[in-house]
């Protein structure tokens, strides 16, 4: 089992570009949630998707978007890059049980960095 | 809102000595408790969790016991080892969906 890979590992986007982070559940996940990790700092919820749509999001602008795929993977997106977009950004998998979500599982994460 | 509060780092160890690190929570409800680790390069580990009051987790000669009376779930290891260095995160999770909730990590490095 691979468990979650992210792609790329690293990135370097200018200002006011756009950027697509791709993430890879892990085998038998069918929820997949993306995290901003700033340096110094704890994980931030961006949103998780279930079902192919967002079922929750956190306190992040429109700029930030996602989509999921019918094989449960699935992208970041970033528009219009800001200095302060720079961070790790990381995808976590689980199952979504009736009784609610199983323990999330973290990929490496992707370092994007905004020149 | 729910939020999470953990000890700063970094936490300077020498091999074998006591670890404690502090964490508490402020929640509704009745959240999932959770210990993450991050090695150098790399992303978060579950290292050990909790459900429910009272219950403790452990892992690796790591426990942390869910205190619903003083809203705090301290992360403890009774002799710590070199390649305990790393990075620890205290989180809980909220609602059935267990969106994950993170302090601000707390840096430990374990010298011989």
């Known amino acids: 089992d691979a468990g979650v890979t992210q792609s790329p590992t690293h990135l370097i986007k200018t200002r006011g570009q756009q950027v697509t982070l791709r993430c890879s559940p892990k085998?038998?996940?069918?929820?997949v949630s993306w995290y901003q990790q700033a340096l110094g700092q704890g994980p931030q919820f961006i949103f998780q998707y279930y079902e192919e749509e967002e079922r929750q999001r956190g306190n992040f602008p429109d700029r930030f978007s996602g989509h999921q795929f019918p094989n449960y993977s699935s992208e970041l997106n970033v528009n219009a890059l800001l200095l302060g977009d720079s961070a790790l950004y990381l995808c976590a998998s689980s199952f979504s049980a009736l009784g609610g979500n199983t323990e999330a599982f973290f990929g490496q994460g992707t370092r994007l960095t905004v020149v | 809102g729910n939020s999470v509060t953990q000890m700063e780092g970094p936490v300077t160890l020498s091999e074998e000595a006591f670890l404690t690190i502090n964490c508490t929570y402020t929640?509704?409800?009745?959240?999932?408790l959770f210990w993450y680790v991050q090695y150098p390069g790399e992303g978060l580990q579950l290292l050990l969790k909790?459900?429910?009051?009272?219950d403790k987790g452990s892992n690796k000669g790591f426990e942390a016991t869910y205190r619903k009376e003083t809203t705090s779930f301290h992360l403890e290891k009774g002799s710590v080892q070199v390649s305990d260095s790393a990075v620890y995160f205290c989180?809980?999770?909220?609602?059935?969906?267990?969106?994950?909730?993170f302090g601000a990590g707390t840096r430990l490095a374990v010298h011989p």
């Open positions: 909790a459900t429910k009051a009272d």
């Open positions: 929640a509704t409800g009745y959240p999932s």
């Open positions: 989180a809980l999770g909220s609602g059935g969906y267990n969106k994950l909730i």
């Open positions: 085998s038998g996940h069918d929820t």
